[in-house]
């Protein structure tokens, strides 16, 4: 009797961890981040600025390890001319510390989805997927100095990646030169957020990375990059409309003049509630709303 309710007790616990394990699964991370080429000037820059205005939160020599596999994680001729891979896997190994992460190429330029986690020992983790049938496809050294900043309501880590070198097995080691990576990690999610940062810098015109570092080893003579220039007028688009500063400063000298206000409060809320929308419902909605 005591073996049968011991064998029905790890059945159900097996079980409820299958069930967390389904769940768990598809709780993917979501990364939001850019990479930009820099040049010289661009990187003295961004460096200076972020020494005087953001945390510094470490320089730490990185290296990262791709892996493929024969049947099931292989590399494929782009329509557009380039080895292409939508989904890679890599092993991270530094100082004290190793990860091994999973990523898509992601539909958006800005977004990818990503799973990641540490390990106790890179050499143990590579020794796995070999066992596995994996092997090392392609590695990527470099010099990352990492920055914390909050921005626009987002948390922002600025990651200047100095050297960044990398080569496909068997083959030469090519120097792919300077690189920044803005990633979002808390807070606003938006993706205008990212490009708003590099113009409060004084970036705005910079080479944009369309693929990974993976990506350049595996094809070091295509071009990856797009040239994007911001202007003023871009940034607010991005930004969304801005607050007008008038009737803004009318309404709290409003609220200041007590209940008395209150339609002229109303006024001032439809009309903020309309700029902000780009219309003219919403303000109507709020208009009703203070009636």
Known sequence: MKKKLLLLACAIVISNAQLCAQEQAT??????????????????????????NARHCGTVELTDSYFQHPSILTTF?????????????RVRTQPG???????????????????????????????????????????????????EVEFEGSTLEVALDQHVQGFVAGGDLVDFGN????????????????????????????QLSTKSYYHIALNPTHNFYETRVLSPHERACF?????????????????????????????CMTYLFTVLSGGEELGQGAQQLMN
């Open 97 to 147: 510390k190793a990860s091994v992460c999973c990523k898509t190429s992601g539909e958006q330029l800005e977004r990818r989805i990503e799973a990641e986690t540490g390990v106790s020992s890179s050499i143990e983790m590579v020794n796995i997927l070999s066992l596995l049938g994996f092997y090392p496809h392609v590695e990527i050294k470099k010099t990352r100095v990492k920055h």
């Open 27 to 52: 709780q993917f991370s979501e990364e939001i981040e850019i990479k930009i080429k820099l040049t010289e000037e661009q990187s003295t820059l961004l460096a200076n600025w972020l020494e005087k």
């Open 179 to 206: 690189f920044t990576e803005i990633e979002i990690k808390g807070g606003n999610k938006e993706v205008a957020v990212l490009y708003n940062f590099l113009q409060h810098v004084g970036i705005s015109e910079f």
């Open 77 to 89: 001729r782009n329509p557009e001319g380039f080895d292409d891979a939508p989904v890679y896997l």
């Open 239 to 267: 930004a969304g409309s801005p607050v007008p500063i008038v009737p803004a400063c009318l309404l709290l000298a409003a609220l200041a003049a007590g209940a008395a206000a209150s339609t002229f409060i109303g006024y």
